[in-house]
């Protein structure tokens, strides 16, 4: 029997998983940001700031920020003087980042950010290239996470660190139903009103569904090779920062 990945609550091929994963970023990229600020009420830019003082990105860093797509984290890490490479499978999100960037002064030329289109399960870059590794709300989108993690322990140097910000399954009583019903309800009428589609909201919070719990996550990044994991929950688990050192 061959292979076969999620895709939200169906079962795929990891070929079929890749290709559609792609149609749902490509359909959304020009309305993410707008549509993260709406299902988060604005929250995912504070869970944002808290992750990037978690990595406390240095001047002349090298930092690969994976999945890193419209530029949200990449911006807030060159901000802090440190070089980032903005990578994404998806070239309509990278192109809105590149927008952005524009907009915001900041060309390939300042050296602070360039801008490449990979796959995280096979990233072009040398071995021991990156002093950090940064995937905010990507890795569940990825096809085979676990080739991923060891990606990003190739292309970290020793010494380097890897972060994961990315939903979960939050622990509070009450809390946990109210997120569910909330997000299966009405997120994808919010993708419908604000990004004219549906059902890429539908298979975005089924995803988050399908997502291995915190613990069990962690386990996957030891398995990479991580050394000094850690997991620290925000709103009880809905929202995680996942963490380990490359030594």
Not at 162 to 181: H, K, N, Q, V
Request: negative net charge; proline residues 3%; contains cysteine.
């Amino acid at each position: 029997m061959s292979e076969q990945v999620s895709f939200g609550y169906e079962e795929v091929s990891p070929e079929e998983k890749t290709q559609r994963v792609g149609a749902v970023f490509s359909s959304v990229a020009k309305k993410y940001d707008v549509m993260n600020d709406a299902m988060s009420v604005g929250m995912h830019r504070l869970w944002k700031d808290r992750f990037v003082r978690r990595v406390k990105p240095r001047p002349g860093e090298a930092i690969l920020d994976m999945a890193g797509g419209t530029g949200d984290i990449a911006f807030r890490m060159a901000a802090h003087g440190a070089s980032v490479t903005v990578s994404d499978i998806n070239q309509d999100m990278l192109d809105v980042g590149i927008e952005r960037a524009l907009e915001r002064g900041l060309s390939e030329d300042s050296g602070s950010l360039v801008w490449s289109r990979q796959n995280a399960e096979e990233l072009s870059f040398g071995d021991r290239f990156f002093d950090a590794y940064t995937i905010a709300f990507g890795i569940r989108n990825v096809t085979r996470i676990d080739c991923a993690l060891a990606e990003a322990h190739r292309v970290l140097a020793y010494g380097g660190r890897f972060f994961c910000l990315e939903f979960s399954t939050t622990e509070w009583p009450g809390f946990r139903e109210a997120y569910d019903a909330y997000s299966h309800k009405l997120v994808p009428r919010l993708g419908q009103a604000i990004a004219g589609d549906a059902e890429s909201y539908r298979y975005l919070i089924e995803s988050i569904r399908r997502f291995p719990p915190m613990k069990e996550f962690e386990g996957m990044i030891r398995a990479a090779g991580f050394a000094r994991t850690k997991v620290e929950p925000i709103l009880g688990g809905l929202v995680a920062i996942h963490s380990g050192w490359k030594i």
